[in-house]
């Protein structure tokens, strides 16, 4: 197996580069013939500093190059300055309808472009949604992911970042709430340069999502002489990661299963992550030539995270070209292997009946129990004894228990055959 290649850039953001300073290519060329053509392409991709460029000639991620914008409405023509954060190649491309092409971040400033096309154009670029979408409540929030450290007087926290304008920021948080009005020390950095930002802040919003992640809404302070450092920093988080994704392939899990998406990546793709929703869960597979090289979905990972995600018939996916692992990933395993071991689990779940117990059913512990002697029940049993009669519920008890989820039906049956506990369904 290969060493797994990650997208990164390698230089720092446009704030600190020469705009004219770009590699000896030619030009790629995107033309926008309307004026309303340029001001969907504004909205979802420009005003982010990202674009999307359908090409076939080979270009490497981290590359400068020009990119120039042809505007005959108005016979115009702009260049600009750019750099390749992710390559749709033709493999991956025939999976999806805009074919093969990379996804550029534009180092020059956002805010000299937005002033140069409103001038020149005449016009007016504020960030209205592309059509048929609905505004958002801060237009100027955008998806960032960033590593953050909070610091506050009861210790210092780690988590994500998911979305951020200059004003604030929304931070992922596993296990971990910090209460609102807490102030904050917020230090921000990317694994893709070495940048980071550190600066003031207070916690003015909480929310628990799946998983145990905490949402912390966090409201950004600092003086008005330091927006000539926060601003290239925020822009550049943005416009790097709205570049990302614009080389993504989406799509739904149709009634054939994951399985069959599945394969079709890893069969095609050299390598990647294939994120994967439905309602509020969320899993993430990681592949190189193929072998699975870490599987989650919430708290559980390995092959039983496949397994649960391999019974998945609807759904969204969506493919990264970069691999984004844990510190401490699965052992990787051969494609088939992995699928193999999932079909194993799924065949015994199938045989057990998938609906034995309901995730939300509890258990009253026995006050007498039945089974002469607790010594006869396995380590397994007695472990999964333990979380019922604390009151977990068969959805937990399987979240935290490391055995297959076929293995923890059966001893849970186990459990209620010999009176150790009495089930109590959920409604």
């Known amino acids: 197996?290969?060493?797994?290649?990650?997208?990164?850039?390698?230089?720092?953001?446009?704030?600190?580069?020469?705009?004219?300073?770009?590699?000896?290519?030619?030009?790629?060329?995107?033309?926008?013939?309307t004026e309303e053509a340029l001001l969907d392409e504004f909205a979802e991709n420009l005003a982010l500093g990202a674009l999307f460029v359908p090409t076939k000639?080979?270009?490497?991620?981290?590359?400068?190059?020009?990119?120039?914008?042809?505007?005959?409405?108005?016979?115009?023509?702009?260049?600009?300055?750019s750099e390749v954060v992710a390559i749709l190649d033709p493999s991956v491309a025939d999976l999806d309808d805009r074919g093969p092409g990379i996804s550029v971040r534009l180092t020059g400033s956002l805010r000299a472009l937005h002033d140069e096309l409103r001038e020149r154009t005449g016009l007016d670029l504020r960030r209205a949604p592309p059509r048929g979408r609905q505004p958002r409540r801060n237009p100027e929030r955008a998806a960032a992911d960033a590593d953050i450290v909070?610091?506050?007087?009861?210790?210092?926290?780690?988590?994500?970042?998911?979305?951020?304008?200059?004003?604030?920021?929304?931070?992922?948080?596993?296990?971990?709430?910090?209460?609102?009005g807490t102030e904050v020390q917020v230090n921000l950095s990317t694994p893709v340069v070495e940048l980071d930002l550190c600066v003031d802040g207070r916690v003015i919003h909480v929310q628990r999502c799946d998983d145990g992640v905490y949402a912390h809404g966090i409201q950004l302070h600092y003086p008005a002489e330091r927006i000539d450092e926060v601003m290239p920093f925020i822009e550049f988080l943005q416009s790097f990661d709205r570049a990302r994704r614009l080389a993504n392939v989406s799509g739904d899990i149709d009634e054939r299963g994951l399985a069959s998406t599945l394969e079709m990546f890893v069969t095609t793709a050299p390598s990647g992550t294939l994120v994967l929703q439905r309602e509020d869960e969320t899993g993430k597979i990681v592949f190189s030539e193929n072998f699975i090289l870490h599987c989650a979905l919430g708290m559980v990972s390995g092959a039983k995270a496949l397994a649960r995600l391999c019974r998945w018939t609807s759904g969204r996916f969506e493919f990264h070209h970069d691999q984004t692992l844990p510190d401490s990933p699965d052992e990787p395993q051969p494609f088939e292997t992995a699928m193999m071991m999932a079909s194993v689990q799924l065949d015994e779940l199938a045989r057990i009946g998938f609906?034995?117990?309901?995730?939300?059913?509890?258990?009253?512990?026995?006050?007498?129990?039945?089974?002469?002697?607790?010594?006869?029940?396995?380590?397994?049993?007695?472990?999964?004894?333990?979380?019922?009669?604390?009151g977990f519920n068969v959805g937990a008890i399987a979240d935290m228990v490391a055995a297959p989820d076929a293995d923890i039906l059966k001893a849970l049956a186990v459990l209620a055959d010999v009176g150790a506990v009495v089930r109590r369904r959920s409604p």
């Open 355 to 390: 609906d034995t117990f309901r995730p939300n059913d509890t258990f009253d512990a026995c006050e007498g129990l039945s089974v002469a002697d607790p010594e006869t029940l396995t380590d397994l049993e007695r472990e999964i004894l333990e979380y019922a009669v604390d």
């Open 150 to 180: 909070l610091s506050t007087p009861d210790g210092e926290f780690a988590g994500q970042t998911a979305n951020l304008s200059y004003s604030g920021v929304l931070a992922l948080l596993q296990m971990k709430s910090i209460p609102v």
């Open 57 to 81: 000639e080979a270009r490497t991620v981290g590359e400068r190059l020009e990119v120039r914008l042809e505007l005959p409405f108005c016979d115009i023509e702009l260049s600009l300055p």
């Open 1 to 33: 197996m290969g060493v797994p290649m990650q997208t990164s850039v390698q230089t720092p953001p446009a704030s600190k580069r020469d705009p004219g300073d770009h590699d000896a290519q030619s030009p790629l060329t995107l033309r926008y013939e």
